[in-house]
């Protein structure tokens, strides 16, 4: 989840969507104009007749991955959960959350997040463990955790 203080310094435009026009209309400039950058998409028409079009169009899409392509009031995009390089605590479990709410062993987030909790407790998390938890594999963690602990009994 994005707090109130990050949430400030996105811009209200979709890095998904900004994406989407760059790659299928990026020639044109289409995706300035939805950022409102409205000068700038005129300038990219007019490089479009001169074929600098596609370059330029190529050049946004890698800034717009990259995390670096401004709005018209010069703040980032808000980026996508699948563009940022990792989830908070509170994505990777709704990522996983049908999965856990599946498993005969766990009734609900609620019931995973004390097993877990527990299970560092007595056990602790191996470090294959804490890095599949960091990836948002949820499931990985969960099947590594459950050998170790069938392992020790």
Not at 27 to 54: D, M, N, T
Not at 132 to 137: C, S
């Amino acid at each position: 989840m994005i707090s109130e203080k990050e949430n400030n310094d996105f811009s209200d435009k979709g890095t998904f969507l900004c994406a989407f026009l760059a790659l299928t209309l990026g020639p044109l400039g289409v995706h300035k104009f939805y950022v409102g950058r409205i000068k700038s998409g005129f300038l990219h028409i007019l490089a479009s007749f001169f074929i600098i079009g596609i370059p330029l169009a190529m050049f946004d899409l890698y800034q717009i991955f990259k995390g670096n392509f401004i709005d018209v009031n010069g703040k980032k995009l808000k980026p996508g959960s699948n563009l940022t390089k990792g989830m908070t605590y509170e994505e990777r479990v709704e990522a996983n959350k049908e999965w856990v709410d599946s498993t005969p062993v766990m009734k609900s987030i609620k019931e995973f997040e004390k097993w877990i909790k527990e299970f560092d407790e007595k056990y602790g998390l191996s470090s294959k463990e804490k890095e599949l938890l960091k990836k948002g594999d949820v499931k990985g963690a969960f099947e590594e955790a459950q050998k170790r602990m069938d392992e020790s009994q």
